[in-house]
């Protein structure tokens, strides 16, 4: 009999579809199936496809995560499942394939909020220490969460327009690179010189922990249609992530100025910018910063199962279905 919590998470709020065991605090399989390749031919996510794609992939991830773990399936304790925000389709795939388990081997359910997960990312092989400013940039949120404890979440900031992640890929897309396109336009920016002068956001000087995006992404629209054959992509790229970069780093110092807390945790598809990375290490002081590991940034069930453990190991089970988080 083992006495480690051996957890199974499922994550499919968006296009990859995840599933991972974890065991006391090691993950033992992180298993992704990426339909990167199907949407890139749309430039954008297809929601229906997406769903149907999870459908067809499902059991199958989730067999090669518990057959990766070598253990089987009477050995988890609890399975963990991304119930929301995300595409419902995608979610209602993973959600069912979670129920469906849960009812056969009789064991609990757990509901992850992906956006919490997100954060929880950062406490895989780390350990938190509260209270603690949380923040999440990923294709479809730019959130900062204060985090009183453990499982309380506050937002205290947020995106007035598009996500950072999004206007990552619809400027790779206005630029004609692939999807998704903050991978591309990170590897690109390293070839380019910051020339162009890509304007910041008003509220880059006001005193709230909000974003916008949008405006910088019209911008590039704009002036790549005026310039279209002169442009210079990676200089380009270099311009726009300078600018973004910046916007995060700067709210970020200002969330830091008013809460003191002991640890920053970042987590979400754009905290494996190598840019953000290096400012964040090098620019934000006096206090402890937890980035990531890279395969736990983007989309993956590791996150999920980390946060599973962390309810169903503190034993706040009979809170699980009131974790919500309050907007200031
Ligand atoms: O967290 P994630 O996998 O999915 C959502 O929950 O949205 O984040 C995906 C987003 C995409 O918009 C992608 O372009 C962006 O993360 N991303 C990056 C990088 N890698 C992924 N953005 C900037 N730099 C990167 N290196
Ligand atoms: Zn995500």
Redesign the pocket.
């Given at each position: 009999m083992h006495n480690k919590l051996t957890v199974l998470g499922i994550e499919t709020?968006?296009d990859d579809t995840c599933a991972s065991v974890m065991s006391g605090d090691s993950v033992l399989s992180n298993v992704i199936s990426s339909q990167c390749d199907f949407h890139n031919i749309y430039g954008g996510i297809v929601p229906e496809m997406a769903s149907r794609l999870h459908v067809q992939k499902i059991d199958l991830v989730i067999k090669k995560a518990v057959s990766e773990a070598k253990i089987n399936f009477q050995e988890l304790d609890c399975i963990a499942y991304t119930e929301e925000p995300g595409l419902s389709g995608s979610l209602f795939v993973g959600k069912v394939a979670a129920q469906t388990l849960s009812l056969l081997l009789q064991i609990p359910l757990i509901k992850i909020n992906?956006l919490h997960g997100?954060i929880f990312s950062a406490a895989i092989n780390n350990k938190f220490s509260y209270p603690l400013i949380g923040l999440v940039i990923?294709?479809?949120?730019s959130n900062f969460y204060y985090c009183e404890d453990s499982l309380l979440f506050t937002q205290i900031g947020t995106t007035y327009d598009d996500a950072i992640?999004?206007c990552?890929?619809k400027v790779a897309r206005i630029l004609g690179l692939g999807y998704?396109?903050?991978?591309i336009?990170?590897k690109l920016a390293k070839k380019g010189v910051c020339r162009y002068k890509v304007p910041m956001p008003d509220l880059y000087h006001d005193q709230t922990f909000n974003f916008s995006f949008s405006g910088i992404k019209s911008w590039v629209y704009n002036f790549v249609k005026k310039r279209k054959k002169t442009i210079n992509v990676p200089d380009m790229c270099a311009s726009f992530q300078h600018v973004v970069v910046e916007l995060v780093i700067k709210k970020i110092k200002l969330v830091l100025k008013e809460y003191k807390v002991s640890q920053f945790v970042i987590g979400?598809?754009?905290s494996?910018?190598?840019e953000l990375r290096r400012r964040l290490i090098e620019e934000i002081k006096n206090v402890d910063i937890l980035i990531p590991e890279i395969p736990y940034t983007?989309?993956n069930a590791a996150m999920i199962a980390r946060m599973g453990s962390e309810i169903f190991s503190e034993k706040k089970k009979e809170k699980l279905w009131e974790i919500k988080t309050t907007v200031l």
């Open positions: 709020s968006c992906h997100h990923s294709g479809g949120h992640g999004e990552y890929d998704p396109g903050g991978p336009i990170d979400g598809g754009v494996c910018n190598s983007t989309d």
